[in-house]
């Protein structure tokens, strides 16, 4: 079954440190590109990150960069983002996402994290 | 990096048509044939309706359709029905390896 499936969402104090995974499965995982995408409670969709299918470029949306890292292990199928210093405007739903040439073809249901003190 | 611009709500009722709109820059909608348009039903992930501008994934009803001119890019969701009921979010393709969602439009359907 083509499922991404994320974890590691939490409630977590400002300043500190977590890190998101999403696990691939049912498809060719070291071939595709891969983002996050996250979406405040009650708000739209931002876009995170991506990495390229084998993890030699990295870009980030400007209110991550510095904070966010994104990174994959391809043998193990799973897609990662390392939230450092995380603040109150990163409480959001966190979803991995698929890229085909462009487009976001598949997510995951996504994690939660809430930062608050 | 600023969110593509929607309307907050639309309303239409059953078996009509329904247009959302999505205006950005010549830096993203207007530069790139990369826009595509994602249903959200509440609580649900984000599904893709609409790719490269026109282009629909395999299974979605050929009630939606997309297009663009200029800065500003369309989904048309002929038809209505009341499972069409959700927030729609275009997104597109920004350049420099970025990508940029709409704040999106919850459309209403009477």
């Known amino acids: 079954q083509v499922q991404l499936l994320e974890s590691g969402g939490g409630v977590v104090q400002p300043g500190t440190s977590l890190r998101l995974s999403c696990a691939a499965s049912?498809?060719?995982?070291?071939?595709?590109?891969m983002h996050w995408v996250r979406q405040a409670p009650g708000k739209g969709l931002e876009w995170v990150a991506v990495?390229?299918?084998?993890?030699?470029?990295?870009y980030y949306a400007d209110s991550v960069k510095g904070r966010f890292s994104i990174s994959r292990d391809n043998p193990k199928n799973t897609l990662f983002l390392q939230m450092n210093n995380v603040r109150a405007e990163d409480t959001a739903a966190y979803y991995c996402?698929?890229?085909?040439?462009?487009?976001?073809?598949?997510w995951g249901r996504g994690t939660l994290v809430t930062v608050s003190s | 990096q600023s969110a593509l611009t929607q309307p907050r709500s639309v309303s239409e009722s059953p078996g009509q048509s329904v247009t959302i709109s999505c205006t950005g820059t010549?830096?993203?909608?207007?530069?790139?044939?990369?826009v595509s348009w994602f249903q959200q039903h509440p609580g649900r992930a984000p599904k893709l309706m609409i790719y490269?501008?026109?282009k629909r994934p395999s299974g979605v009803p050929d009630r939606f359709s997309g297009s663009k001119s200029g800065n500003t890019a369309s989904l048309t969701i002929s038809g209505l029905q009341a499972e069409d009921e959700a927030e729609y979010y275009c997104?597109?393709?920004?350049?420099?390896?970025?990508?940029?969602f709409g704040r999106g439009t919850k459309l209403t359907v009477l």
């Open positions: 996402a698929r890229e085909d040439t462009w487009h976001f073809d598949l």
């Open positions: 049912g498809f060719t995982f070291k071939s595709y590109g």
């Open positions: 990495i390229w299918y084998d993890g030699s470029d990295k």
């Open positions: 010549s830096s993203d909608v207007g530069g790139h044939n990369y």
């Open positions: 490269d501008v026109t």
């Open positions: 997104c597109s393709y920004a350049g420099s390896n970025t990508w940029v």
